[in-house]
């Protein structure tokens, strides 16, 4: 007999590793920045700590200003250093580009689980009836 699968018994999509990643490429590597921003949208992360990060340097790149870890590591304070940091200095074999397309997708995994969620709440409630559902 096959065993019942429960939605909620799945696995959440935990971007928390690739969100430092694209982080740490946008202070620590020499890949262009503004081929990055267009690919990450501040929802993309998960935190409100990290969407700041995020939103800080993208606007320190707007307004044409550095965006090194000298220059935003004091602007985002402790969460950057204990976050971001390891993975800046660690480095990584893949592109940024490629961090940023993991990011999105995984971005776009976390708000399918959401919908299916919903849905499945939805269609379990009492007085949900067959139009409701459809």
Do not use: C
Request: net charge negative; proline share 7%; aromatic share 10%.
């Amino acid at each position: 007999m096959k065993e019942k699968v429960q939605i909620f018994d799945m696995d959440f999509p935990d971007t928390t590793e690739i969100e430092r990643q694209v982080i740490a490429d946008a202070v620590a590597n020499d890949y262009p920045l503004g081929d990055i921003i267009p690919l990450v949208h501040p929802d993309f992360f998960t935190t409100t700590t990290r969407r700041n990060m995020w939103d800080t340097i993208v606007a320190q790149y707007n307004a044409g200003k550095g965006t090194t870890i000298d220059i935003v590591g004091p602007m985002l304070g402790k969460p950057f250093f204990e976050e971001v940091i390891p993975y800046a200095v660690k480095g990584s074999v893949t592109d940024p580009l490629e961090h940023a397309a993991i990011l999105r997708n995984g971005a776009a995994k976390r708000r399918a689980y959401y919908a299916a969620a919903t849905f499945l709440q939805n269609a379990l409630l009492p007085q949900t009836n067959e139009q409701d559902i459809l």
